[in-house]
């Protein structure tokens, strides 16, 4: 299924069956991490992808993790609900949806994903897993790594994602297609609402 069909947060996969031509020479440099900690080492699924937004980090860092949000500019994400109060920080709880569509080896359905975040610092970065289950689909555990860093002309964004579980391992291509496709679309989505908003101006670093 990134997108998600993991987790970790999952990032998710779209209702797009877009197949990517090649992993991004980025996917083959040191994985990322926050607080020390990145995605699983031993995943056969996994994906990695950057992007350049023109707009302040803040405004980057707010849509990113003001989580209840993400369903006005992300169309993947049908539903989502915090499971805890107060600003995202490490321990927080979300749990969303998104559909998936289907493959040769699984149905149509709707992911239920539940992401707990594992680390967090402010305007840097974020990391998350957690499991996403659906109906003939189910991952054990994605883990998704997110970082920030300010360049001239507004903020390089990269994203780094594993997945795990029987299910999405039995078609390794097929499920490292669909994650790869979640991601690419998160960060165009992303782009598109940093871009839009009439505050944003990017910072000269």
């Known amino acids: 299924m990134s997108r998600t069909l993991t987790a970790a947060l999952l990032a998710i996969p779209l209702a797009v069956g877009a197949a990517l031509v090649a992993t991004p020479a980025a996917a083959r440099t040191a994985p990322l991490t926050c607080g020390g900690q990145g995605v699983d080492p031993a995943a056969k699924i996994r994906y990695r992808t950057e992007a350049v937004i023109e707009a302040p980090l803040h405004t980057v860092w707010n849509?990113?993790?003001?989580?209840?949000?993400?369903?006005?500019?992300?169309?993947p994400v049908a539903s989502i609900e915090r499971l805890d109060g107060g600003p995202l920080r490490t321990g927080s709880r979300f749990r969303w949806t998104t559909p998936v569509p289907p493959t040769a080896t699984t149905p149509a359905t709707t992911l239920v994903i539940t992401s707990t975040v594992r680390q967090l610092a402010r305007e840097r970065c974020i990391r998350w897993t957690g499991p996403a289950v659906g109906v003939g689909l189910g991952i054990d555990n994605g883990v998704h790594v997110w970082t920030f860093t300010e360049v001239r002309g507004g903020v390089l964004v990269r994203t780094e994602e594993t997945?795990?579980?029987?299910?999405?391992?039995?078609?390794?291509?097929?499920?490292?297609?669909?994650?790869?496709?979640?991601?690419?679309?998160?960060?165009?989505?992303?782009?598109?609402?940093?871009?839009?908003?009439?505050?944003?101006?990017?910072?000269?670093?």
């Open 63 to 75: 849509l990113q993790t003001d989580v209840e949000r993400w369903p006005t500019w992300q169309p």
């Open 163 to 205: 997945w795990t579980g029987a299910q999405v391992e039995a078609d390794v291509p097929t499920s490292t297609t669909y994650l790869g496709a979640g991601l690419e679309a998160w960060l165009t989505h992303l782009t598109a609402a940093a871009e839009a908003d009439p505050c944003a101006r990017p910072h000269q670093a």
